[in-house]
């Protein structure tokens, strides 16, 4: 059974830092790409950040430039650094992983429970 959990969610003040992190554990061999999604009060679920296996990133465009998304291959976790967070980016944070090899299938759109951030103003 793979599974991804998320951690590194909490409350903190405009301008603020946190750090979420995505781990997938399972009989995993490899995972094409991570993502990280949030959803905001009120609002669709909308793609933050994504990352390919090779490294290969793209971002919404109003995280540019304060959030970098980054992974562990060899531990299948990825994260998500937050800077200067503002009060709109609260939401809850959602890991997902695409492509999922594992020991006879490949495994495509699996997601996390999600981790809330609360940005105060």
């Known amino acids: 059974q793979v599974q991804l959990v998320e951690s590194g969610g909490g409350l903190v003040q405009t301008g603020g830092s946190l750090r979420l992190s995505c781990a997938a554990s399972?009989?995993?061999?490899?995972?094409?790409?991570m993502s990280w999604y949030r959803q905001g009060p009120g609002k669709q679920r909308e793609l933050v950040a994504g990352?390919?296996?090779?490294?290969?990133?793209n971002y919404e465009d109003s995280v540019k430039g304060r959030f970098t998304i980054s992974r562990d291959n060899a531990k299948n976790t990825v994260f998500l650094h937050m800077n200067r967070l503002k009060p709109e980016d609260t939401a809850l944070y959602y890991c997902y992983a695409d492509a999922i090899a594992t020991p006879g299938m490949t495994i495509y759109d699996r997601w996390g429970q999600g981790t809330q951030v609360t940005v105060s103003s």
């Open positions: 399972g009989p995993i061999l490899s995972i094409h790409a």
């Open positions: 990352i390919t296996g090779d490294g290969g990133t």
